[in-house]
């Protein structure tokens, strides 16, 4: 047993934080570490800029321009991304819909796709909730009937993340209404230009515009972009859901902000001397640092398992990660609430990104609540918290 | 022991809980009073001045209700049960119970209690954070009048009050409790800037400036007055509290009644059972300790009365907080929503914590006290 890295790994890891360090622009870095919003031209112009290293999908086939990585490596780039506060290449893209078609696509779905869908030319959304379909996702309802060489799709997706900036959605549909739930499903590509297609946003608590309904009404979709088999949706859905949890934890994201809430700890006064001053605080941070070592740990025995294992095989760690994961990240935005005190009140009036304001206490301190707002989201979505624990005791303490 | 209402109370409980549900059963309505330029509505303050709330605390000699904690209590529960936005808080709870035991004109008081003036108390400094008595603020004497210097932070309704209480220091040091002076000001007045903004719980505060703005003195050392005035808003912070997660708890089990998955209310899982009902028991409990610090604030020895209120804001803070959490998880994504009412709870909910105080604030001087008094 050895916990530390080899020292390739971590001439790996330097030469990844070297690169994330010099070649990000710093404006989007503080961004992300602030929890700001990201406009669109960020999120492209930093996926443009790992692919040009190599680095936008290194989950891919290395033919599709992925990485010979082993699972230590991955889990290290993953790690240093986020520790640097660079924005992840988009999830959807990279994690979800691109190992979809890689590994269930025809030829021709590949060479149309991918390429496109690593440069962030194809920006994908996520069109798998529905208002009666969250945590029962296969309950769906969207239609799509087969018309000669189209489908025609008809109903309604919602909670969709970044609709607003998307070209494309990969959506579940029903395919066969008499079938059984899971059973009636296809995995079927939409381009957001269709006619028929509205989007509308859905406001969060924070404020910000961050999902959307997308309304689908008598859509008339090409037959080819259907991905796989007619009716086996589900299992690439499965397929796509636990790649999803895969960085879920956001384990270099957090220690990122831990690190950062003690930074401003050390910096806000309070009576004679700081907030870092109050053994209280403190203790409450160590305890998430404490928390998150052994998660940092879990983590990477995880990682180090998939070097044996068939990594398609299901696994209670992900939901370990994913609960504990998202404990840790709203514990983090929390701290730092408390670190704004009375500071956290203001809300002055910003822009989409929340730039446009002259702050009312510290730069940071009013951004601090909207992102605890924001971050209850993370043991919502991704599977909740809750279903998360019933898969635990059902599929690996069988209860 | 006795926990029943007079008869007075129940009529008043009935009546504010009758105006919140009019003026604010429908959520779009208070959208609309925050869209006002004051950030509430003109008409509902009216209404609560003819109610005779903004009176509440006042004297019958001074043309008032004679209301105390308990009358504070009802009101305030019903406030947090519609997030109501008008500032009784501001201008009943601080500002009147700061200018009527310093001001001695009636004739300033009538106004308030018929809804002509509004107040806020303009105290908390940037570097003080919770220290009530960390006042950096400046007060000299030019002639017959007073001078103030200084910043005033997070000023509750301080964006559109009508005068201002503020406190500054005529003498001492920054940190000592003696010297603390409380002023009078017009904000319209030469050497007041302002700035005004939203606050993240669809309230509204200003941040203060003051340079040589000139101000009436009311109270010479007024430290033990803000202590004490700071004790009641806690107790009515307490109350609000507990008026919201009630109306959040209720509104989290209706959903989890509605809501299908699974091809069931979700209100069927056992799971979601159990966090429903510890809900229940963190709103009793806070209840309970809202009782406790509308008797306590009437205490007469000054250190009991601040630590059970001390006590009292660090539980019912961190139940709120816990609260409303839960109540946006159960909720699933509708809970994250600015259109659905659950989320605005949470959010006072949580913001409340950082009101006056927060938790570890609040433990540390009960520690300090070495528990709660007998
Ligand atoms: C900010 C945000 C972004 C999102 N982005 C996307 C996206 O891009 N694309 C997309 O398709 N979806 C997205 N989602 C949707 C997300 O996946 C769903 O919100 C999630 O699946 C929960 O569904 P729900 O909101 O309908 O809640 P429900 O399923 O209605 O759940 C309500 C509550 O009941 C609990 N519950 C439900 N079933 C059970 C059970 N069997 N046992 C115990 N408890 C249970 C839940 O845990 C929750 O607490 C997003 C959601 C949010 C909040």
Known sequence: MDLRYTPEEIAFRDELR?????????????????????????????????????????????EWGGQDWSPVQRYIFTEEIQACAVPQPLSFNINMVGPVIATFGSEAQKKRFLPPTATLDIWWAQGFSEPGAGSDLASLKTSARREGDHFIVNGQKTWT????????????VRTDPAAKKQQGISFLLIDLKTPGITIRPIITIDG????????????????????????????YAKFLLSNERI???????????????????????????????????????????????????????????????????????????KIKGSELQQQATQLLVEVAGPYAL?????????????????????????LFFNFRKVSIYGGSNEIQRNIIAKAFLGL | MDFDLTDEQRLLAESVNRFVSDRYGDFEKRKACRAEPAGYSAANWRAMAEMGLLGLPLSEEQGGFNGGPVETMLVMEA?????????????????????????TDPDLLARVAAGELTLAFAHQERQARHDLHDVATAARRNGGAWLLDGAKGVVLNGDSAGMLLVSARISGSRRDREGIGLFLLDPAGQGVTRRGYATQDGLRAAEVVLES????????????????????????????????????????????????????????????QHRAADMLVASEQARSMTMYAAMMVQETDAAARS??????????????????????????????????????????????????GDVDHHLRRVVAAGGLPE
């Open chain 1, 208 to 235: 910000g515009h961050e999902v959307n309904e997308v309304f689908f009404d008598e859509v008339k979709v090409p037959a080819e972009n259907l991905v796989g088999e007619l009716n086996k949706g589900w299992d």
């Open chain 1, 18 to 62: 070297r690169f994330f360090r010099t070649e990000i622009p710093a404006e989007i870095r503080r961004k992300v570490s602030e929890g700001r919003k990201l406009a669109r031209e960020d999120y492209i112009t930093c996926q443009r800029i790992l692919h040009a290293k190599g680095l936008s999908a290194p989950n891919w086939p290395v």
């Open chain 1, 161 to 172: 993340t970044l609709g607003q900036y998307a070209d494309w959605i990969f959506c579940l």
């Open chain 2, 213 to 272: 703005a000139r101000a009436n003195l009311l109270a010479e050392n007024a430290l033990p007055l803000i202590e004490l005035v700071a004790d009641e808003a806690i107790a009515a912070l307490c109350a609000e509290a507990v008026g919201a997660m009630d109306a959040l708890r209720q509104m989290t089990v209706d959903y989890l009644k509605t809501r299908q998955q699974f091809g069931r209310p979700i209100g069927d899982f056992q799971v979601l």
């Open chain 2, 307 to 356: 630590t059970a209120l001390s006590a009292a804001k660090a539980l019912v803070s961190r139940l709120a907080d816990g609260l409303g959490k839960e109540a946006v998880q159960l909720h699933g994504g509708i809970g994250m929503t600015e259109e659905y009412r659950a989320g605005h709870y949470f959010k006072r909910l949580a913001m409340l914590g950082v009101l006056f």
């Open chain 1, 346 to 370: 203001p809300r002055p009036d910003r822009d989409e990104e929340g730039l446009n304001l002259p702050s009312v206490g510290p730069e940071w301190a009013d951004a601090a609540a909207p």
């Open chain 2, 79 to 103: 406030i947090g049960r519609g997030l109501v936005v008008e500032p009784f808080l501001a201008t009943v709870v601080l500002g009147l119970g700061l200018l009527r035991r310093t001001e």
């Open chain 1, 247 to 321: 960085g879920i934890a956001r384990i270099g994201l957090t220690k990122e902000r831990l690190a950062r809430v003690k930074r401003l700890a050390q910096e806000t006064p309070a009576g004679e001397g700081t907030v870092w001053d109050d053994p209280d605080f403190r203790r409450r941070l160590a305890w998430s640092e404490i928390e998150l070592k052994a998660l940092e740990i879990t983590q990477m025995r995880v990682v180090a398992a998939q070097r044996t294992k068939a990594a398609d095989k299901p696994d209670p760690s992900s939901s370990i990660l």
